[in-house]
């Protein structure tokens, strides 16, 4: 098990030789949310045709998520994914991986480390053989080496990132914040990344809960701010999606992995606040806690929800990307393709629809 060394970023470079020429002569990074119904699993290819995995959707139903991935590769002109990140051990995350495997060659391996419930670990033990010695075991602050794009965690198993990035600080929005109560162990001890490109800042924080989100807001925002972020449990916010944090880092776009039935649109009445006298009203409904964050310019989902398919609480058609469920649905991904400058075009695979924004 090793950490990120000068030693990988240089065998990570020597891997840009096994890139077609279609993926290194985009100029662009791009970025593919690939629909795994509820699970997540994000592609980018960066300008130099290096490429990243982040989490490899579901197990079974004949190998879906790990076909659609990699027919996702395929499709961007790669040979081989150089770097896999698994967020954490659940099987929405990292279930796909051995099939994957079987399809296309996987270079290094990214993630918090050997701590899992008995349940997951069978999946971490999978991941391990899979693996081997190409595995890095991640923590906040650490960098992985992808050319051109600066990628780094933002927190893995242990604490957070100590010093603030993309212009964070103190936050106003602390002040009377709502606790809640930590999460199951597989949601506070995941892997968390920001990816920057220029002006243009990713973030992704996975399923990690409120209480985890609220030590990177609170007293301080760690992550300032972010320009695209996929918002954390598939849009299921009872136990994410801490005001705090989404007010601070002040995202232009929001992109749900959420499934027809998973995610977005859910209800979990286990979970509670923590009672605090003056604690601050929020938003329940969580499509309308995203939609009314100032600044917002555009919401993208993979499914629109069928848990909650109220109009009033779903995107714009034209930018979900899934609409149907079960047979009928096609697996439709949502794509972004960044320029050096900061625009940035998402598109809607299942229907051309295109919108282009330029990153603050």
Same mark, same amino acid.
């Given at each position: 098990?090793?950490?990120?060394?000068?030693?990988?970023?240089?065998?990570?470079?020597?891997?840009?030789?096994?890139?077609?020429? @279609?993926?290194?002569?985009?100029?662009?990074?791009?970025?593919?949310?690939?629909?795994?119904?509820?699970?997540?699993?994000?592609?980018?290819?960066?300008?130099?045709?290096?490429?990243?995995?982040?989490?490899?959707?579901?197990?079974?139903?004949?190998?879906? %998520?790990?076909?659609?991935?990699?027919?996702?590769?395929?499709?961007?002109?790669?040979?081989?994914?150089?770097?896999?990140?698994? @967020?954490?051990?659940?099987?929405?995350?990292?279930?796909?991986?051995?099939?994957? @495997? +079987?399809?296309?060659?996987?270079?290094?391996?990214? %993630?918090?480390?050997?701590?899992?419930?008995?349940?997951?670990?069978?999946?971490?033990?999978?991941?391990?053989?899979?693996?081997?010695?190409?595995?890095?075991?991640?923590?906040?602050?650490?960098?992985?080496?992808? &050319?051109?794009?600066?990628?780094?965690?933002?927190?893995?198993?242990? &604490?957070?990132?100590?010093?603030?990035?993309?212009?964070?600080?103190?936050?106003?929005?602390?002040?009377?914040?709502?606790?809640?109560?930590?999460?199951?162990?597989?949601?506070?001890?995941?892997?968390?990344?920001?990816?920057?490109?220029?002006?243009?800042?990713?973030?992704?924080?996975?399923?990690?809960?409120?209480?985890?989100? $609220?030590?990177?807001?609170?007293?301080?925002? +760690?992550?300032?701010?972010?320009?695209?972020?996929?918002?954390?449990?598939?849009?299921?916010? !009872?136990?994410?999606?801490?005001?705090? =944090?989404?007010?601070?880092?002040?995202?232009?776009?929001?992109?749900?992995?959420?499934?027809?039935?998973?995610? =977005?649109?859910? +209800?979990? !009445?286990?979970?509670?606040?923590?009672?605090?006298?003056?604690?601050?009203?929020?938003?329940?409904?969580?499509?309308?806690?995203?939609?009314?964050?100032?600044? $917002?310019?555009?919401?993208?989902?993979?499914?629109?929800?069928? =848990?909650?398919?109220?109009?009033?609480?779903?995107?714009?058609?034209? $930018?979900?990307?899934?609409?149907?469920?079960?047979?009928?649905?096609?697996?439709?991904?949502?794509?972004?393709?960044?320029?050096?400058?900061?625009?940035?075009?998402?598109?809607?695979?299942?229907?051309?629809?295109?919108?282009?924004?330029?990153?603050?």
């Amino acid at each position: 098990m090793k950490r990120v060394s000068t030693a990988v970023a240089f065998a990570a470079l020597m891997l840009t030789a096994s890139v077609p020429a @279609s993926a290194q002569n985009n100029a662009n990074l791009q970025i593919i949310w690939i629909d795994v119904e509820g699970g997540a699993a994000t592609l980018f290819v960066s300008p130099s045709g290096q490429s990243l995995l982040f989490d490899t959707g579901y197990p079974g139903n004949g190998d879906r %998520d790990a076909k659609r991935i990699f027919a996702a590769a395929q499709k961007a002109g790669l040979r081989q994914i150089d770097h896999v990140v698994i @967020s954490h051990w659940h099987g929405d995350h990292v279930g796909g991986l051995e099939a994957l @495997s +079987k399809l296309i060659p996987l270079g290094r391996f990214y %993630d918090h480390g050997d701590g899992v419930e008995t349940v997951d670990r069978p999946r971490l033990e999978g991941y391990k053989a899979i693996a081997g010695a190409k595995r890095t075991i991640l923590k906040a602050g650490d960098t992985i080496p992808f &050319p051109g794009v600066q990628t780094r965690v933002l927190v893995s198993e242990g &604490p957070v990132i100590a010093t603030p990035i993309n212009g964070g600080g103190a936050n106003a929005l602390c002040t009377n914040a709502v606790r809640q109560a930590p999460a199951g162990p597989e949601n506070i001890r995941m892997v968390g990344l920001s990816v920057t490109y220029g002006n243009f800042k990713f973030a992704s924080l996975g399923d990690l809960d409120w209480s985890r989100e $609220m030590e990177l807001a609170c007293p301080v925002n +760690k992550l300032g701010a972010v320009t695209v972020y996929t918002i954390n449990r598939h849009g299921g916010l !009872d136990n994410s999606g801490a005001p705090a =944090l989404l007010g601070a880092i002040k995202p232009q776009v929001m992109v749900v992995n959420n499934g027809p039935r998973k995610g =977005l649109g859910a +209800k979990d !009445d286990r979970v509670k606040p923590i009672a605090a006298p003056g604690s601050a009203p929020y938003e329940a409904n969580g499509y309308l806690r995203m939609a009314k964050l100032p600044g $917002m310019e555009g919401i993208w989902q993979g499914h629109r929800s069928l =848990l909650d398919s109220d109009p009033a609480h779903n995107t714009a058609p034209d $930018m979900i990307a899934n609409l149907e469920e079960g047979p009928t649905d096609q697996g439709h991904s949502i794509t972004a393709s960044v320029a050096a400058n900061g625009s940035f075009t998402m598109t809607n695979a299942r229907n051309g629809f295109t919108r282009t924004y330029m990153a603050k």
